[in-house]
């Protein structure tokens, strides 16, 4: 619940979560949907006032410093002091913890000695990141919350924090993160749950969500067909009525639905037939994204 202007808004309700240790758990959901909210409760950073959240065998809520140690935290704003430097302040969290990791190596493996003289209100957005997620790893932690772990991050950054959590998640760590970022997801996680106004819609892994089916029937095997041929021409009867083919923009075709080899060898006999010869041709396979967007929408919200 939140408090708005005097009354109660209800921000999370019938959300049921599990995450497990050696495994990447992601939260998916619209802007509002309450994943910040559901993280925030599940650290104990804000109170809730109904529910069980049971971290690391303890309620968040009552645990003393012993839970605190036992998690990191990489919040979505960073936290972090702007006139700190980034390896004082590293070396400041991890006095505060009985066995935290050797700093140096992981100063080097997440780059950031190229900008440990520079104060942290200097630093590029990328940056703060990379600093944000190793003061959430210095302590050591046996579960780390990850709140949209890769804004900011460049190509090259990406691919360091990417590589880091899957290798801390095959050491055993759980780690939970929320992102907006659908081909993150469908790279890094084991598990999904896509949350909508604060309540389970569906959860599964990504190959189980890659085959979700729509209330229409449509989803299953999905595949979309994208080529490149002259303008306005028509394809009607050429296809089953499963499949469709739409002209985006002048020359651009999207053939979608559930592609059959048939569709393939029907819509090359056409291009035969009338002497066509596309100028680009490529097939994908439906993405998480289109199965968030078939789920929650493509309004805004």
């Known amino acids: 619940m939140a408090n708005l202007d005097g009354k109660m808004l209800r921000v999370v309700s019938g959300l049921s979560l599990h995450a497990e240790r050696g495994r990447i758990t992601a939260l998916l959901g619209a802007n509002g949907a309450g994943k910040t909210t559901t993280l925030e409760c599940a650290q104990g950073l804000q109170k809730r006032t109904g529910g ?7 309620d968040p809520d009552t645990a003393d410093a012993g839970l605190r140690a036992r998690v990191g935290v990489m919040l979505q704003d960073g936290g972090l002091p702007p006139s700190a430097r980034p390896l004082p302040l590293l070396r400041h969290i991890a006095g505060m913890y009985r066995n935290p990791l050797p700093i140096d190596p992981l100063v080097q493996r997440l780059g950031i000695d190229t900008f440990s003289r520079t104060s ?35 190509p090259q950054s990406r691919q360091i924090v990417f590589d880091l959590v899957g290798e801390l998640r095959d050491a055993g760590m759980g780690i939970i993160l929320t992102t907006h970022l659908m081909d993150d997801a469908e790279r890094l996680a084991d598990y999904v749950y896509i949350i909508d106004a604060g309540r ?24 979309a067909l994208y080529f490149e041929a002259a303008p306005r021409l028509d394809f009607t009867g050429v296809l089953r009525s499963a499949v469709t083919v739409s002209e985006t923009r002048a020359g651009s075709y999207t053939v979608s639905g559930s592609l059959e080899p048939g569709d393939l060898a029907a819509l090359a006999a056409c291009w035969a037939e009338r002497g066509i010869m596309p100028s680009s041709m490529r097939l994908e396979a439906r993405s998480l994204e289109d199965v968030f967007l078939d789920i929650s929408g493509r309004d805004l919200r």
């Open 52 to 58: 069980r959240i049971s971290l690391l065998g303890e």
């Open 120 to 154: 942290i209100r200097r630093l590029s957005g990328g940056q703060k990141q990379r600093l944000a997620l190793a003061a959430a790893l210095i302590g050591n932690p046996e579960v780390l919350f990850l709140d949209e772990p890769s804004a900011g991050l460049d």
């Open 200 to 223: 389970n819609v569906t959860e599964g892994t990504v190959s189980e969500l890659l085959r979700y089916k729509t209330a229409a029937g449509e989803g299953i095997n999905e595949r």
